[in-house]
């Protein structure tokens, strides 16, 4: 069509000549295809904005600053870094309906950066997994006030082994003979199936058995805690009814058992769990009797490990809650894609149509807008955040 355009073109006047150009640049954009262009760039926008509107809450807001959420600022850096530097490219690509059109060289880059950012993200969310199991079963001297040196080598390493499964690829394993240079992919079948299982199908199992058993330590760790402060109301009553009966002018009562002074401390950051005809006579307990007590006179010596102890509070859960949505919504992005990789690299008699690695490979990233939305509709500090800074703009 073009050849013969030209050629017509030749034997007419200018004005004719610039109508055949016309049609000639409308034949040649037809394989232009505009709508992956249009949501590219308006993914790219959505994971640009909120990424960084996570990474601002997290860094600014003291009610933010714990330790799950600097692992969640890690996990934005990384889709962030997707936008920017993964995105533009497959987006003109997809663009250009698939076909690549720069240089081998600039393939491999964009391929080097996708496995490594991928791979940064499951494992960051692997990270926190291992971190919210070291801190609900092993919770002795666990820092919940800024992030420690296990938790900065946790993050350290989530970098280094994702730069380390990528790293084949900047030494020219995708160079492999007879590659075509009008399609940008992982060329050498053996590194798709290393990548694919130390990305992803090792790191999910990981994640999910420690994600089970963080949940029934939680899951026990609330039911101790309840049976806990039954026991304590139940033996203020006690106290309370052997006091009733003492003469008007006898000595003092006793001193609160040890274990009504323990939950004194443990309590006041979480919420009650006790039912509401229970509260008022707790409450009616600690008024008349506390006042008589001196702490101070108090001869008990707890087990100094039980004192170390570090308390999971009320916020603490909420963001608990939040990263089993984070990790359901990156395995059902990430899933199809990773099993259809597989399956083109090693089934040379399948034929998987390039549509349906195209809608896969967008699922994947559409994953990278999921977590700000997520964090939003299930976590209070981050939404209010956000709405802060939405109305400062919009203002």
């Not at 295809?33 to 308006?42: E, K």
């Not at 494992?123 to 926190?128: D, E, H, K, R």
């Not at 050498?188 to 199992?205: A, H, K, M, Q, T």
């Amino acid at each position: 069509t073009r050849a013969r355009t030209h050629a017509l073109a030749d034997g007419l006047s200018p004005g004719a000549q610039g109508m055949s150009v016309n049609v000639s640049a409308e034949a040649e954009a037809a394989g232009r295809n505009v709508p992956a262009l249009l949501f590219g760039v308006l993914l790219i926008v959505v994971i640009t904005c909120g990424n960084v509107l996570v990474c601002l809450s997290v860094l600014t807001e003291k009610a933010l600053k714990t330790t799950t959420n600097y692992f969640i600022v890690s996990l934005a850096v990384a889709d962030l870094m997707l936008a920017v530097l993964v995105l533009p490219l497959f987006v003109y690509s997809e663009f250009q309906d698939g076909v690549w059109t720069l240089s081998t060289t600039i393939c491999d880059g964009l391929m080097t950066m996708d496995v490594m950012l991928c791979t940064a993200s499951i494992f960051n969310l692997c990270a926190i997994s291992v971190d919210r199991f070291i801190a609900v079963l092993i919770p002795l001297n666990y820092n919940r006030k800024h992030v420690d040196l296990r938790q900065m080598v946790l993050l350290a390493a989530t970098w280094i082994l994702a730069l380390a499964v990528a790293s084949p690829i900047m030494f020219g394993i995708n160079d492999v003979p007879g590659r075509d240079p009008s399609e940008c992919k992982l060329e050498n079948d053996d590194y798709v199936l290393y990548s694919s299982v130390c990305s992803f199908f090792i790191p999910c199992p990981i994640m999910l058995l420690l994600y089970c058993g963080m949940f029934r330590g939680l899951h026990h760790w609330e039911e101790a805690r309840k049976a806990k402060l039954r026991s304590s109301i139940q033996a203020c009553r006690k106290l309370q009814e052997a006091a009733a009966s003492l003469p008007p002018l006898a000595s003092l009562p006793p001193p609160l058992p040890p274990i009504i002074e323990r939950e004194q401390s443990d309590v006041p950051d979480e919420p009650s769990t006790v039912p509401l005809t229970d509260q008022p006579q707790q409450s009616e307990c600690r008024a008349s009797l506390v006042p008589t007590v001196s702490f101070a006179e108090i001869k008990f010596n707890p087990d100094p490990h039980k004192r170390k102890r570090a308390k999971i509070n009320s916020r603490e859960r909420k963001a608990m809650k939040v990263l089993p949505v984070v990790v359901g919504a990156f395995l059902f992005c990430w899933t199809p894609f990773f099993v259809l990789h597989i399956l083109r690299a090693r089934c040379q008699d399948c034929h998987i149509p390039p549509a349906l690695m195209s809608v896969v490979t967008w699922l994947g990233y559409v994953n990278s807008a999921l977590n700000p939305v997520i964090y939003t509709i299930f976590n209070t500090e981050f939404r209010n955040f956000f709405k802060k800074v939405l109305h400062s703009c919009c203002s």
